[in-house]
Every structure is written in structure tokens, then in C-alpha cells.
């Protein structure tokens, strides 16, 4: 019998050792995308699909496909929770909503930033994406008028009401990671103001800064 919440993640091409949680809450399932084998008892691991024609970035690539989409794949659950693989859920999610209330997106501010356009050019000088790409985004979003300092997220963790808002959040996002950058900070918060602005405004909750916040802690597993 599923469980109201699905704690998701995903490792590929070795970027973190899967490893399982410090603190297993009963609220919860857990499931990981994994493209080898490893010595887990609590993940349920499911193997990858091999979407990406793209050869730059295709690990990262391929991991957004369960992390942007994951309410049309587990559509079953009342909430997902994201978390790289790096990371760990610390508190148990139930409790999260019992505080805050009922909102649509609970994530994690940005520790540094608090725009899109600043975090594209970041992203295009260090060469953590195609600048050509990334370049592109920032022209259409400039000419849509999107606002500079509309906010910025941490993308690493979240939490996700499972309703029709959310899922057409995530195809819209989804069209952005596949036609600009994959780095999924860059197009969020637009997707967030495009929706608002055509009468589907998305309900967030900032739960705090990364690594200072209490919800979530890294686990010290990334190798690469």
C-alpha cells in the first residue's frame, strides 16, 4: 500500500554514492533512479531510462527527467520529496505540512543569489552549461519581461503537492530544461512568474536557506 508522501532521488554516472537515510520516517516511501547496483535497504531502486540525445551533460540531463516530472510518474502520492543525491530528508515531511500549512512547492532558498539572470551568467562564465544555450534563455526571458530579483531556489530539495497546478508547472519547466539550459534554477522561478501571471499562481513556501535550514542536510556523499 503506498504511502501520502515518496521521498525521490536520483544518482547516474557516479556523481554520489547512494547510501541509505540516517532517519527512515514510516510517512514515507523511498525510491531511487540508479544506473548501477548498490547495497541499500531501504531505497526501492529503479533503473534509468537513457532519454538524452544531448552528449553534454546527459547524466545531469537524465536525472531532471524524475526530478522535474515526478508527479505524472508517481501521480499515486499526496507529496513528493526531492532531494539530490547528496542530500537527506531530517525532518519527517508530515510534520513540515502540520506547521506551514497547505502549499503547492516547499523549497530552499538560494544561499548566494536572489535572481535568474544573475544565476545564467554565472552558470554561462564557469562553464557549468552551453552558453549559447543559456544566452538564449536570458534573451527570451528579457524580452517576456521577466522581471530581475524575482527570487531564486536552491533546486536540490523540495517537496511537491500532487495536483494539476503542480503538474502543469513541471511540463512547463520541462520545456524550458529541454530547450535552454539544464540547470533547472535557471528557468524556475520564470516558469513560477509565467503562471502567475496567466491566472495559475503557485503557491511556495521557502523553508529556509541551503545548509542552514533544518528540513534537509547534506551527507557528505558526492564523488564527483
Known amino acids: 500500500m503506498k504511502k501520502d508522501f515518496l521521498v525521490l532521488t536520483c544518482t547516474l554516472g557516479g556523481k554520489d554514492k547512494l547510501t541509505d537515510p540516517s532517519i527512515v520516517f514510516d510517512s514515507c516511501d523511498y525510491i531511487a533512479i540508479v544506473d548501477q547496483p548498490y547495497d541499500t535497504t ?14 553534454n551533460f546527459t547524466h545531469r540531463r537524465n536525472a531532471k527527467l524524475y526530478k522535474v516530472l515526478s508527479t505524472i510518474l508517481f501521480p499515486d502520492y499526496k507529496y513528493i520529496i526531492w532531494h539530490d543525491g547528496n542530500y537527506e530528508l531530517n525532518v519527517d515531511p508530515k510534520d513540515i505540512i502540520e ?8 523549497t530552499i532558498q538560494h544561499p548566494i543569489r536572489n535572481c535568474s ?4 551568467q554565472v552558470i554561462a562564465n564557469s562553464g557549468r552549461d552551453n552558453p549559447k544555450l543559456v544566452e538564449s534563455q536570458y534573451n527570451y526571458y528579457n524580452q517576456q519581461n521577466f522581471p530581475k530579483q524575482f527570487g531564486l531556489y536552491a533546486m536540490g530539495n523540495s517537496i511537491k ?13 520541462w520545456e524550458h530544461i529541454t530547450k535552454y539550459s539544464s540547470r533547472d534554477q535557471c528557468s ?4 513560477v512568474w509565467d503562471m502567475q501571471r496567466n491566472n495559475m499562481p503557485i503557491n511556495i513556501k521557502n523553508l529556509g536557506i541551503l545548509d542552514k535550514n533544518i528540513y534537509f542536510k547534506s ?3 558526492r564523488l564527483i
Do not use: Q
Open 42 to 55: 531501504v531505497w526501492n531502486l529503479y533503473s534509468y531510462y537513457n532519454f538524452s540525445s544531448i552528449d
Open 99 to 106: 506547521k506551514y500549512g497547505e502549499h503547492d512547492f516547499y
Open 117 to 120: 539572470y544573475e544565476e545564467m
Open 161 to 173: 503537492c500532487v495536483n494539476v497546478k503542480i503538474t502543469t508547472l513541471e511540463l512547463k519547466w
Open 188 to 191: 524556475f522561478m520564470y516558469c
Open 219 to 221: 551527507k557528505g556523499t
